[in-house]
């Protein structure tokens, strides 16, 4: 998956840059990009949100006009 993100990025004259393999074992960047696109869009809650171990995030959905 590497090479081919590498490969397109060159393409298209771009800086492909991916994190290190050690910090790809888990989906954490996956979040941290979700809720920056949520708060790109303005979709954002107060400290009182309620945590909850499993939910979908269908209702997340954005529109791809804030993914930067």
Known sequence: ????????????GLDFRPPRLAWCTDNAAMVAWTGRLQLLAGRVDGLNLPAFARG????????GSAAG
């Open 56 to 63: 979908g995030i269908r209702s997340w959905a954005v529109d």
């Open 1 to 12: 998956m590497r090479e081919r993100f590498a490969g397109l990025a060159r393409e298209r």
